[in-house]
């Protein structure tokens, strides 16, 4: 199937590299005919972000680092006139020492960044786009199964995810009268920059595509499919939920009994 996204026009946050899952969604979007519009966090990240949008057809980059207010405003002004059909939200954070550390050690300063670029980001900036997308609109975000299970060493990231997922339920109730779905991808292990912050990523990673049916590791082309699914018209009876995206079972044999 073609042009599922035709006419389209999505905004997303989060691509880092052509390994982020915020690309490969980003990509298959594209791919099936919508005009997207990206982000990045400061001048250091730009040229990654550049170069990658410069494979794409009309494709604007806004800077937003969702702890500065003023550039979620700024991007909901700048988006206003051509309004908003979709919207991915591919955007995380913990602190080194928060992952590498027990989860009882926590600071309150890393706990509130954390959840204030994991999970208030996506408040926030529904919040201001809100208005300007269209009715039957979609947003799309990712989290991962530690919000769930007690993943060694994602400590402080599990937890801010869980608050994510339950924000998706209460976003997609305030939204589900225009129409507008709130979903959440939970992809199984993949190596991409943010997994590699996480100690064991590379055993991790092995030992969960063994242990998946298919005995091998989700691509990027597959989550993108999964990606346009939730983005398009094929889903307009789909919010409020988290879907996890893995090729069998979710990462399963990793996880302490939590």
């Given at each position: 199937?073609?042009?599922?996204?035709?006419?389209?026009?999505?905004?997303?946050?989060?691509?880092?590299?052509?390994?982020?899952?915020?690309?490969?969604?980003?990509?298959?979007?594209?791919?099936?005919?919508?005009?997207?519009?990206?982000?990045?966090?400061?001048?250091?990240?730009?040229?990654?972000?550049?170069?990658?949008?410069?494979?794409?057809?009309?494709?604007?980059?806004?800077?937003?680092?969702?702890?500065?207010?003023?550039?979620?405003?700024?991007?909901?002004?700048?988006?206003?006139?051509?309004?908003?059909?979709?919207?991915?939200?591919?955007?995380?954070?913990?602190?080194?020492?928060?992952?590498?550390?027990?989860?009882?050690?926590?600071?309150?300063?890393?706990?509130?960044?954390?959840?204030?670029?994991?999970?208030?980001?996506?408040?926030?900036?529904?919040?201001?786009?809100?208005?300007?997308?269209?009715?039957?609109?979609?947003?799309?975000?990712?989290?991962?199964?530690?919000?769930?299970?007690v993943i060694p060493s994602y400590n402080l990231m599990g937890v801010a995810k869980a608050a994510l997922e339950a924000s998706v339920r209460y976003l997609a109730h305030d939204l589900g009268p225009r129409g507008i779905r709130v979903n959440a991808i939970s992809a199984g292990t993949m190596r991409t920059l943010a997994a590699s912050a996480i100690g064991g990523a590379r055993t991790t990673h092995k030992i969960s595509n063994d242990a998946t049916p298919l005995s091998r590791e989700l691509t990027l082309d597959e989550l993108g499919g999964a990606g346009v699914y939730l983005l398009s018209d094929l889903s307009t009876a789909v919010t409020g939920e988290v879907h996890s995206v893995d090729c069998g079972f979710h990462t399963v044999g990793l996880a302490h009994p939590g």
């Amino acid at each position: 199937m073609t042009g599922l996204l035709q006419g389209k026009r999505g905004l997303v946050l989060g691509v880092a590299n052509h390994h982020s899952i915020a690309w490969g969604i980003t990509a298959a979007a594209a791919a099936q005919g919508a005009r997207v519009a990206l982000t990045y966090q400061n001048d250091v990240l730009k040229p990654r972000v550049e170069k990658l949008a410069s494979t794409l057809t009309d494709t604007p980059l806004y800077e937003c680092d969702v702890q500065n207010p003023a550039h979620i405003d700024s991007l909901a002004k700048n988006l206003k006139g051509d309004g908003l059909d979709f919207i991915v939200h591919s955007l995380a954070f913990a602190s080194r020492q928060s992952l590498e550390s027990p989860f009882i050690e926590t600071s309150e300063e890393d706990f509130v960044q954390a959840m204030t670029i994991s999970c208030y980001s996506l408040i926030a900036l529904t919040r201001a786009l809100a208005p300007i997308m269209n009715d039957g609109g979609s947003i799309l975000t990712l989290t991962y199964i530690g919000s769930r299970r007690v993943i060694p060493s994602y400590n402080l990231m599990g937890v801010a995810k869980a608050a994510l997922e339950a924000s998706v339920r209460y976003l997609a109730h305030d939204l589900g009268p225009r129409g507008i779905r709130v979903n959440a991808i939970s992809a199984g292990t993949m190596r991409t920059l943010a997994a590699s912050a996480i100690g064991g990523a590379r055993t991790t990673h092995k030992i969960s595509n063994d242990a998946t049916p298919l005995s091998r590791e989700l691509t990027l082309d597959e989550l993108g499919g999964a990606g346009v699914y939730l983005l398009s018209d094929l889903s307009t009876a789909v919010t409020g939920e988290v879907h996890s995206v893995d090729c069998g079972f979710h990462t399963v044999g990793l996880a302490h009994p939590g």
